[in-house]
């Protein structure tokens, strides 16, 4: 069975600071690995994806992600946070044989003035 | 471009009462379609999958139904609403590889 981790409830950062928000994953055959993010009420918006190639993903809003398979992980990172960027953030993946996303339980960004 | 629309975007329901939420995508064809609900904005859970009109596969049983009676068309119904369907309800359609999602409609049971 795959899943998705994200072993952080909550991630508080300063305006300005980099961010890290974490996420492993443990999907059979090659993983396609995707960020989501949740202003509330709201949506889900795609934010990156990794399916092949590059381990560096590139984004929306200036984000990116590291795809680093001897750790599996994929963690969402961005340079200077902003206090836009506060949400919530969803790791989720499936193998390329599948059909449905295993999400993980979602991390809450606090970015502070 | 494609879009997804629900509706309605929020809804006050009395415990027992029969629940309609639909969902609609526009700008493609014969798209996998499925149906999350998010407890207390965190974790989602999968509801409902179709791959096609009439095919409906369950995730988790409970009060809650889906059909699918047009392409482009999603609805998840149920007979009798428990307090415990309170929830935000998340549509989202597959495109090539990426799952889409629409703006969710919050459903409170009083």
């Known amino acids: 069975a795959q899943s998705v981790a994200q072993p952080e409830d909550q991630v508080n950062v300063a305006e300005g600071n980099p961010l890290t928000v974490k996420c492993t994953y443990s999907?059979?055959?090659?993983?396609?690995l995707f960020w989501y993010v949740q202003y509330p009420n709201r949506g889900l918006q795609f934010l990156l994806k990794?399916?092949?190639?590059?381990?560096l993903v590139k984004g929306s809003y200036g984000f990116e992600a590291e795809f680093n398979k001897s750790q599996t992980s994929f963690h969402l990172k961005k340079p200077s946070a902003l206090v836009s960027d506060s949400a919530l953030y969803f790791c989720?993946?499936?193998?390329?044989?599948?059909?449905?996303?295993?999400f993980g339980g979602g991390t809450r960004l606090m970015v502070k003035p | 471009s494609q879009t997804i629309h629900q509706w309605p975007a929020t809804l006050v329901q009395p415990v027992g009462s029969p629940l309609s939420l639909e969902c609609t995508v526009e700008?493609?064809?014969?798209?996998?379609l499925y149906w999350y609900r998010q407890a207390a904005g965190r974790g989602l859970q999968l509801l409902f999958y179709?791959?096609?009109?009439?095919?409906i596969s369950s995730e988790v049983p409970q009060n809650l139904s889906a059909s699918r009676p047009q392409d482009r068309q999603f609805i998840l119904s149920s007979k009798k609403l428990l307090l415990s369907d309170s929830g935000f309800y998340l549509c989202?359609?597959?495109?090539?590889?990426?799952?889409?999602f629409g703006p969710g409609t919050r459903l409170t049971v009083l």
């Open positions: 179709s791959v096609g009109i009439g095919q």
């Open positions: 989202a359609w597959r495109g090539t590889d990426t799952q889409y």
């Open positions: 700008g493609t064809s014969n798209p996998n």
């Open positions: 999907v059979s055959g090659n993983p396609y």
């Open positions: 990794y399916i092949t190639g590059d381990n």
């Open positions: 989720a993946g499936y193998n390329n044989a599948g059909n449905m996303l295993t």
